[in-house]
Every structure is written in structure tokens, then in C-alpha cells.
């Protein structure tokens, strides 16, 4: 089954203490995608990557890192979370960009305490 | 830059009744137009789409015209199910191939 598949689906950490989100879609999608979603405000985008080792910011990018070392996996990593990184995140990818429509991640939610 | 502007809900409907979720956008050129559906404590999922002006995406009985004159993009449904009960969100995409700009979703909750 084509699919984004994202760990854990809901994690509850301590300011401070790193984490890594991981998402892996298995359809060699070329454009990766997170999105982080809080109430009032709807998705925003953290991150993006148009292919290996491409990578760029998108519209919420501070405290957060990602790398794609692997056309498949595009981890999210929190290196000091604070209780403001508290939100349902979402993995997404496309085979040929945004324009075409991305296919998204379960989501994973997260509380820093 | 790009934004989107949806009715603020919920939109409480009866089964069987015609649904309207307006949604209006702000870009420059001529951005792709999308509505996703986010079923409870699940991802979101492409309901349609359209690329150009006039175009109408379609796909389970939900409907939508890409109006470039009013800058709108308005879903329908003729007549809704419980199942339809979830939030959606009107979004384009504009800024090359990786960027999708939402709205704030509206959610949509129908009764027996």
C-alpha cells in the first residue's frame, strides 16, 4: 500500500531533551514536506526537500533541523524542544511537487513539558 | 505573499443537505487550488483540485470551480452523508513545486 508513514503517532517529552520524528513515504516520491498544525492557525510549513541532500525553510523553520540522506526517509529533529513546539505534525510528499497534491502522514503528536 | 481565507466553522448540517464552504485566496499569477478533508485523528487526504482558471475539480460528490475573476474556489456538495463530518481545507500552491499554502479549515459536522 502506497503510503507516508510517520513515528511515534504521539509522544510527550521535557523542554530540552532532543527527539527525532521520522517519516518514510514508499513511493519514491521525490518532494518531502513537514507541516505542523495548531488550533487557529491551520498547517504551516516547517521544512521542505525537492530530493536527496536538497533541502530548504519554509514558513516555521526556527528549532527545528531535517535532512534527506535518503530519497525515502526525511526526519524531523527537535535538538531543544520547548512547550511552543507542542502541536500535531504532518508528514507529506508528491512525486511532482505541491501543484500536484501531496500525500500526507497520519501525524504525529507531540507535547514538550 | 500567498494566503487563503476560509469560512470559520463548524458548519452544522442535517443529512441531506447542500453544503457551501466558501474559501477565497491571495497569490500572484496563477496558483493550482486544492480542498483536502481531515477525517478525526487521521492525516489529511486530496478531496480535488484544479490547475487553471474555470477548471472544476470533482471526486465523491463534492465539487469546486476555480473562479481566477472573484478569487475563489468554493466547495459543494449537493447533498451530505455523516461520513462527510470532518474538517477541511482550502489551499494553493503558487511558490514553485514544494510550497502548499492552507487556510484554517472549516470543520463540518452533519446529523441524522
Known amino acids: 500500500e502506497a503510503q507516508v508513514t510517520q513515528n511515534p503517532r504521539y509522544l510527550i517529552t521535557v523542554t530540552g531533551k532532543k527527539l527525532t520524528v521520522t517519516c518514510s513515504q514508499n513511493?519514491?516520491?521525490?518532494?518531502m514536506s513537514w507541516y505542523r498544525q495548531d488550533p487557529g492557525l491551520g498547517l504551516r510549513q516547517i521544512y521542505y526537500s525537492m530530493n536527496v541532500e536538497v533541502t530548504d525553510k519554509g514558513d516555521v523553520p526556527e528549532g527545528y533541523k531535517v535532512s534527506r540522506k535518503e530519497k525515502r526517509n526525511f526526519p524531523l529533529i527537535l535538538e531543544s524542544p520547548s512547550p511552543n513546539q507542542t502541536s500535531l505534525y504532518f508528514c507529506a510528499s508528491s512525486s511532482q511537487g505541491a501543484n500536484y497534491g501531496y500525500t500526507f502522514g497520519s501525524g504525529t503528536r507531540l507535547t514538550v513539558v | 505573499g500567498d494566503s487563503v481565507t476560509q469560512m470559520e466553522g463548524p458548519v452544522t448540517l442535517s443529512e441531506e443537505a447542500f453544503l457551501t464552504i466558501n474559501c477565497t485566496y491571495t497569490?500572484?499569477?496563477?496558483?493550482?487550488l486544492f480542498w483536502y478533508v481531515q477525517y478525526p485523528g487521521e492525516g489529511l487526504q486530496l478531496l480535488l483540485k484544479a490547475t487553471k482558471a474555470d477548471d472544476k475539480g470533482s471526486n465523491k460528490g463534492f465539487e469546486a470551480t476555480y473562479r481566477k475573476e472573484t478569487t475563489s474556489f468554493h466547495l459543494e456538495k449537493g447533498s451530505v452523508q455523516v461520513s462527510d463530518s470532518a474538517v477541511y481545507f482550502c489551499a494553493l500552491s503558487n511558490s514553485g513545486y514544494s510550497t502548499l499554502t492552507f487556510g484554517k479549515g472549516t470543520m463540518l459536522l452533519v446529523s441524522p
Open positions: 513511493m519514491n516520491h521525490e518532494y
Open positions: 497569490a500572484t499569477g496563477y496558483p493550482s
